[in-house]
């Protein structure tokens, strides 16, 4: 085994038991705290609701560790094993709540998600496409996932060699495209569900930490440059 080859499984095993080992089971954990502690009798109306905010609060810490490094005059390469492996298992959690949420309201016909139901009266009729809140919501949601969707699946040293560092960090900045998706989809869905003081607090106080961090570092850059 060359010295290279041997480097590289021994940085792998040290993700898997200084990241996601940790981070599998706090996901795990907590997924499971709000499944068994939510009083919905649907199971899957349940999983949809313990899926969402470990999966929202895994995409907080993505796009905050790299202001910290900043704040806190730390090294912030390019790609950071750390912020990595979290935002591999927001990818995780978050597929898995869409999955999961598909099935909540229509049992076996997505496609009213995005769509009217055949008949039903709506502003404009001439428009089958869902615009009502409900709609937005589902759209931002769609769409956040699959963005995700295609940074999980480039979330790797080998698409990081063939596209080059410019081309993967530019790939990457779509972060803030789910960011802002995602915003929009958790508090459409807060609205339509009239959810908790608690939960909307808990939520609202995450975004607007990450905002304030992302701002912070901005201007940490601007001021190193």
Known sequence: MTAGVQAKRERL????????????VASGITVAALYFTRPYPDPIMRGSFSTAYPALFLLLATLSIGPLNLLLRR???????????????AGVVGLAHVAVGQMVHFRGRPWLYYVYPSGQH???????????????TNYAGALGALVLLVLFATSNDVMLRRLGTPGWKKLQRWNYAVFALVAVHTAGFMTIEHQKLWFVTTAAVGVAVT????GAGYIQRRQRA
């Not at 090294?75 to 298992?89: A, E, T």
């Not at 709506?122 to 709609?135: E, K, N, S, T, Y």
Request: proline content about 9%; aromatic content about 10%.
């Open 211 to 214: 905002v304030a961090l992302q």
């Open 13 to 24: 095993w040290r993700r898997v038991w200084r990241h996601h080992v940790p981070l599998g």
């Open 75 to 89: 090294k912030n390469p390019v790609s950071q094993d750390l912020r990595r492996d979290v935002g591999i298992w």
């Open 122 to 136: 709506h502003p404009l009729q001439w428009l089958p496409v869902r615009h009502d809140l409900f709609g937005i």
